[in-house]
């Protein structure tokens, strides 16, 4: 199993700034994709130049983060850090849906584990505790569908939740 913890941090629209400090602070690899580079709103709409994803990898850890953006969760500051689980492969994709549907229990699923617009298997749940989780699989089934194999359409995730 190939699973990884990550950060996953949430700015009020402040994501390409603050992760671009962390690069100037820590080093490593920036990648920054915007909800328009991946159609996840309407073109022209205000939101298309936020960051959907930002990934800082650098020699000792990965930072991931995102913009809030209307029509999702608000950044309250002390509840915008996300602890994202990620994976590749079915193998991984097995292991994580079993994590995934143990930590719904008794929590609320936010976001069914399904395939995504970026072609990962991916999924939202708050635990019982308050956690928030994020699941990521990448490099597994074709053409989309949700965890168990079932076609479905493919929703805009909330990369803040």
């Not at 190939?2 to 962390?22: D, H, I, K, M, W």
């Not at 130049?49 to 800082?56: F, N, Q």
């Not at 492969?89 to 995504?116: W, Y």
């Amino acid at each position: 199993m190939t699973v990884q913890l990550r950060a996953y941090l949430n700015f009020p629209g402040t994501t390409r700034e603050a992760l671009e400090t962390y690069r100037d602070i820590f080093g490593g690899e920036l990648t920054l994709s915007t909800f328009g580079e991946f159609h996840a709103v309407p073109e022209g709409h205000e939101a298309a130049g936020k960051i959907m994803h930002a990934e800082l990898s650098t020699e000792h850890f990965v930072l991931n983060a995102a913009d809030a953006i209307p029509d999702m969760h608000p950044v309250t500051i002390g509840d915008n850090v996300n602890l994202a689980l990620m994976g590749t492969g079915e193998e991984d994709l097995a292991a994580l849906t079993a994590i995934f549907d143990r930590l719904a229990e008794g929590g609320e699923v936010e976001m069914p584990l399904q395939k995504q617009i970026w072609g990962d298997v991916y999924g939202a749940v708050v635990d019982r505790f308050a956690m928030h989780w994020m699941i990521n699989v990448g490099g597994v089934g074709g053409d989309g569908g949700d965890a168990a194999g079932e076609e479905q359409a493919a929703p805009v995730a909330d990369p803040t939740r």
